[in-house]
């Protein structure tokens, strides 16, 4: 069965970075799209980036660009997000997903938090 298990979540402080993952498991990774997306405190689901499958396709949240890069391995079938100039306002919890069989799959989500 398909499986997405984010990591790297922590507490920073703004302005610093921050690498999350995501392994994937039970499909053919290098086939498939994968994205990231946030959730905020009291804020809905936001679509944060997105990488197409060779990986020569990225798509950013406006917020974002210039800070954040998505990228992938396709030899390991993990997704990274790499952060910088974080600031308070990307704290949320991170999700990675993908889009299999027209199921869409969800991790369990890695917090990230950007505080003084």
């Known amino acids: 069965q398909v499986q997405l298990v984010e990591s790297g979540g922590d507490l920073v402080q703004p302005g610093g970075s921050l690498r999350v993952s995501c392994a994937a498991s039970g499909f053919t990774f290098s086939r498939y799209t994968m994205s990231w997306y946030r959730r905020a405190p009291g804020k809905e689901c936001e679509s944060v980036a997105s990488i197409s499958s060779s990986g020569g396709i990225t798509n950013y949240v406006e917020s974002v660009k210039g800070r954040f890069t998505i990228s992938r391995d396709n030899a390991k079938n993990i997704v990274y997000l790499q952060m910088n100039s974080l600031k308070p306002e990307d704290t949320a919890v991170y999700y990675c997903?993908?889009?299999?069989?027209?199921?869409?799959?969800w991790g369990q989500g890695t917090q990230v938090t950007v505080s003084s």
């Open positions: 997903s993908t889009n299999y069989n027209t199921i869409n799959y």
